[in-house]
């Protein structure tokens, strides 16, 4: 009869033992126990060998694994790894590659990624939540660098001398280039100012700029214009410049979702993990991880490439003085007073208090008694006489 599996071990030993008998017949023995001749006689050889030692099952795993990690190179990842706790597997991998182009990596081959993925998962290095939350989703992004940046405040928070932070953060929409990561106290017009200027000389001016609604970039909150909206301050400024601020739909955040996902990725690397003295000490730490987001990190969407190598500055500088714009000699010229209101054909029309002081001009439409209202090249509102 075949070897019972329930006693498996007590089978061989029966079968060793009998074979070992003087004039034992083997072929008789292999055919009561159900074995061919080629087992019988591997049993019989182990027995001979190691004894009853000999009969227990032996590793199935083989003497060389050519693909077999080595430990040390396994240690290298997952000290790799805790560096860069959130980072995935593709992008340790794109790291390690980088390495290896820059003559900086110690071993003489690559992992995969499905053995840095299994290197990490068996160390317990990943977070389980984490991992099933991550989902697919269809992207957008602009053509070219400086098409578009994405501008917001990422959630404030406080730090240890009880003063609270305000990380204002620059998005280049197509290279996913940080271009500003500025510890801020406070949300006000200027500061903000002072941090685009700052960023306007170093990388140029932008087309566009994606922002919300709220203060100081959007007017949410304030009273609208007939046939028209509010501007804002900051709004103006940047029309002098010829960017124009367009706004993401009131309550989708997801508008600017590379904006939200950059301030996830910032909570998760940075915040998460630290607690910041003040706001130097902020600034500090922010600018370190920025340089590795902008040039270390690899980023999915850009087929691993880090930011760095896919964005450019801007060829629009950044002018030293802003002139006053040139309307066209056509056009009808009229000054904002300080209530942010024209007086034409005798009557007043309100355009908005962030003009103040500013010369708009009025051009009439296709549609009788219709005119639009341009400041610079901008449309502001549109008047029915």
Request: one cysteine or more; charged letters at 30%; aromatic letters at 12%.
């Amino acid at each position: 009869m075949p070897f019972n599996e329930v006693s498996i071990m007590d089978q061989r030993r029966e079968f060793a033992l009998l074979s070992s008998y003087p004039r034992s017949n083997i072929s008789g023995l292999c055919k009561e126990y159900g074995i061919t001749r080629r087992t019988g006689y591997k049993w019989i050889k182990r027995y001979e060998q190691n004894g009853y030692a000999g009969l227990k099952d032996k590793s199935r795993r083989p003497h060389y694994s050519p693909n077999r990690i080595d430990p040390i190179m396994e240690q290298y990842i997952i000290d790799l790894r805790k560096e860069y706790p959130v980072w995935g597997a593709k992008k340790l991998y794109r790291i390690l590659h980088n390495k290896q182009q820059n003559g900086m990596y110690p071993f003489d081959h690559l992992p995969c990624i499905g053995t840095i993925g299994n290197i990490i998962r068996r160390n317990g290095l990943v977070n389980k939540a984490k991992s099933e939350k991550s989902w697919q989703y269809k992207r957008f992004e602009y053509d070219y660098p400086n098409d578009l940046w994405q501008m917001d405040f990422k959630g404030d928070f406080k730090m240890l001398n009880q003063q609270r932070c305000y990380p204002l953060t620059i998005l280049d929409d197509h290279s996913r280039f940080n271009l500003c990561l500025q510890a801020c106290s406070n949300q006000q017009r200027q500061t903000v100012k002072k941090a685009l200027t700052r960023v306007f000389e170093e990388y140029g001016l932008p087309d566009m700029i994606l922002a919300d609604n709220g203060s100081p970039w959007g007017a949410a909150g304030q009273l609208p214009i007939s046939e028209g909206r509010a501007f804002t301050k900051l709004e103006k400024w940047l029309i002098l410049l010829n960017i124009r601020l367009i706004h993401g739909r009131p309550y989708h955040p997801q508008t600017q979702g590379k904006e939200e996902r950059f301030h996830g990725t910032l909570q998760q690397e940075l915040l998460n993990y630290e607690q910041f003295e003040d706001m130097d000490h902020c600034q500090h730490r922010f600018d370190y991880w920025r340089t590795q987001y902008n040039n270390v990190r690899p980023h999915e969407a850009l087929g691993f490439d880090v930011p760095a190598q896919k964005y450019i500055p801007s060829k629009k500088k950044m002018p030293g003085q802003i002139k006053p714009h040139e309307y066209e000699s056509t056009v009808i010229k009229k000054k904002v007073d300080i209530d942010g209101r024209i007086y034409y054909k005798s009557r007043k029309h309100r355009v908005g208090r962030a003009f103040s002081g500013e010369y708009v001009a009025l051009k009439e439409t296709e549609k009788d008694g219709e005119y639009d209202v341009y400041f610079c090249n901008e449309i502001i509102r549109t008047l029915t006489l």
